[in-house]
């Protein structure tokens, strides 16, 4: 074990959590942490394409991250000398293995070894986790594109009720282009992209977040046990809580028959990235209730403005 002194407030922090034995107080801590990802020399003068930074032991691959560069430089000696800096959520968007584990200051006095469910849970908490942790931040706002002929099963027969995969309303919110809000889904322009260019967005409140399940899984039985998971899903399924996007962090959940609350709102997302309303549920009526165009520039109409 080689010695090792704090760099930072966060690390002294971590020390004497650690030192405590407060393995939750640990863990809340690098939860919303930078680390430094070790990179090869070339790859930092852009040379060559960087590649994670791994070691295996009997048990498991390890993936190597250091919670300064200071640290990774003790750890490895001095042989390490670049690094990116990353966040756990970076880290699970582009997880290469579910098999992998997460090793946090290997070779240091205060290290963790983190197993790739860990890592999911800690850098995409589910809906309940999130509202327990900021009761103040209120009812989270979810959404999922609807394909064009799906529509009609919502105005015209009164559908209420939703299934499949949803996402967090603020996590796509800086997005204003109906193409690139699709791609960065990871879904087919050619199922949901209508004639006219647009997108149709379903949008509504998870009210009951326990019903909001994070899809933490994988592609078969032995990357699904490995994450500690409960789905299984065709790649490019990621199985830690995100879309397989790597450029985009964006959380989602699996819904089954969740009943629409009142003011769920259809929305149009044009090809000129202005967001129209199109209808809105009545709970009490059990209907979808049209809203008519309004002029350009009318208040909620733009894209971005709050709701449902």
């Known amino acids: 074990m080689r010695e090792w002194e704090p760099a930072n407030a966060f690390e002294e922090h971590l020390g004497s959590a650690f030192a405590a034995g407060d393995l939750v107080l640990c863990l809340s801590m690098l939860r919303h942490a930078e680390f430094a ?17 791994v070691e295996a032991d009997d048990e498991r691959t390890w993936m190597l991250v250091y919670t300064s560069i ?56 589910s809906l309940v ?12 706002v979810v959404q999922k594109l609807l394909r064009p002929r799906d529509v009609h099963a919502y105005l015209a027969d009164g559908g209420s009720r939703v299934s499949g995969y949803c996402h ?3 996590d796509v919110a800086h997005i204003a282009t ?13 199922e949901m992209v209508t004639d006219e260019g647009s997108v149709v967005i379903l949008r509504w409140y998870a009210v009951g977040p326990d019903l909001y399940r994070t899809p933490y899984g994988g592609v078969d039985e032995e990357t699904m046990a490995a994450v500690g998971g409960w789905v299984i899903e065709e790649p490019p399924f990621i199985g830690m809580g995100l879309v397989p996007n790597v450029d985009q ?7 089954d028959g969740v009943e629409l609350p ?47």
């Not at 430089?73 to 997880?95: E, K, P, Y």
């Not at 109906?178 to 050619?190: H, K, N, R, Y």
């Not at 009490?284 to 709701?307: F, K, R, T, V």
């Open 37 to 53: 990802l070790p990179i090869t020399p070339a790859a930092a003068e852009g040379r060559e394409p960087a590649v994670w930074p």
């Open 70 to 125: 200071e640290a990774m430089r003790t750890g490895t000696g001095g042989a390490i000398r670049h690094c990116r800096v990353v966040s756990l959520l970076d880290l699970a968007a582009a997880w290469p293995d579910l098999r992998w584990g997460l090793a946090v200051n290997p070779g240091l006095p205060v290290h963790f070894f983190l197993e790739s469910g860990a890592v999911a849970r800690l850098a995409v908490p």
């Open 129 to 140: 986790q999130d509202r327990e942790a900021e009761p103040e931040s209120g009812v989270a």
């Open 168 to 170: 967090h309303a603020l």
């Open 178 to 190: 109906p193409t690139v809000l699709v791609d960065a889904l990871g879904q087919s322009a050619e």
């Open 249 to 255: 962090l964006i959380r989602e959940y699996k819904v």
């Open 262 to 308: 009142y003011g769920a709102e259809i929305s149009e997302l044009t090809v000129e990235g202005v967001e129209r309303r199109r209808a809105m549920y009545n709970a009490d009526l059990g209907q979808w209730m049209l809203i008519p165009d309004a002029p350009a520039g009318a208040p909620g109409q733009g894209h971005g403005s709050e709701g449902p």
